[in-house]
């Protein structure tokens, strides 16, 4: 089964030049093209140029279907908004409010990313409010003759959802299901701060899979054909990783000792599931620092 059979569409947005890294994914209805997380700024001519493969303008975008609201899955999203009339955006309600006004959303990014959130980024502009379509999860959203079921599915993010097809058994689950794809070949979680939390992370996986679907969508990257047993190696790396972390905190020294010690860790971690000349590239997809980061605030709010 290719992408084409189920209907949707993997649009590679190369982000920074790197392929097989940010996924927007093309959905087609009677309504009109959807995108689910249409990736940051910058990659807008990627998206715009992946759209146009397919026989479709920008301007045409009927709706944006976001997980959540990390700039790497949804900084385009105002920018859109702004280019292309009655464009909807639908977002947990958590996330809505920093969509509208992205401040606090872009002072906590720039904490991590400093001097590098043009280039990494772009522009982040504010969306309307009358723009957006606020989700709690539990919905059913009709587009044409498309059906997409709502689940709230936090533990990446508190403002994370995932979207369901049931007439193609496809689950889009954003960062739900880690890090998987052609150039990552083992399943990596990815914790960053300030949302990580493993019961919650946990329990969204288990709600995914009550929708036995026949293959997941993630936006690092692409399609998984095999749902179950990929979410059973990332619930196996994310109890792996946050006790790395707890140990980590025991130990002497400074948090970027702390860091470091469980960034060697992973790669005892990774050794045997890939080849080791790889080893350390997958790891960095995944950002081990932040993951660290992420997880260790978990530990110190218990």
């Known amino acids: 089964m290719n992408d084409r059979d189920v209907g949707y ?28 997380d249409p990736g940051p700024t910058v990659s807008l001519p990627r998206l715009r140029a992946g759209l146009a493969r397919h026989g479709y303008a ?22 859109l908004v ?18 509208i006004d992205p401040t606090k959303l872009l002072n906590s990014a720039t904490r991590l990313y400093g001097d590098r959130m043009g280039e990494l980024w772009g522009e982040v502009a504010p969306i309307p409010a009358e723009r957006v379509t606020v989700l709690r999860g539990g ?8 059906v997409m079921e709502v689940a709230y599915t936090p533990g990446h993010a508190t403002h994370h959802v995932s979207y369901f097809d049931p007439a193609s058994r ?5 960062d739900t299901a880690g890090i998987y794809g052609p150039a990552f070949p083992v399943v990596l979680p ?8 493993l019961e919650a992370w946990l329990a969204s996986i288990a709600r995914i899979l009550e929708w036995h679907p026949d293959q997941i969508v993630l936006t690092h990257f692409g399609t998984g054909r095999d749902p179950q047993r990929h979410f059973e190696e990332l619930r196996r790396g994310l109890v792996a990783w946050a006790e790395l972390t707890r140990v980590s905190l025991a130990k002497d020294g400074s948090d970027a000792d702390r860091a470091h010690w469980f960034a060697e860790q992973l790669e005892e971690w990774i050794e045997g ?15 081990p620092e932040a993951c660290w980061q992420g997880m260790a605030r978990y530990w110190r709010k218990r």
């Open 58 to 79: 920008l301007e045409r975008l009927g709706g944006l279907l976001l997980t959540h609201i990390h700039l790497d899955h949804a900084g385009a999203s105002g920018v």
């Open 9 to 36: 569409r993997i649009l590679d947005l190369e982000h920074l030049g790197r392929t097989q890294s940010v996924a927007a994914c093309l959905l087609e209805t009677a309504a009109g093209p959807l995108i689910v």
């Open 139 to 146: 919905e059913r959203l009709r587009f044409g003759e498309r």
């Open 82 to 99: 702004r280019e292309v009339p009655g464009l909807r955006v639908y977002v947990h309600e958590a996330g809505a409010p920093h969509l």
């Open 190 to 197: 990815v914790t960053p701060p300030p949302d990580f939390d």
């Open 170 to 174: 496809t689950a889009f689950v954003g």
């Open 273 to 287: 599931k890939v080849a080791p000349d790889l080893a350390k590239q997958y790891l960095a997809g995944a950002g």
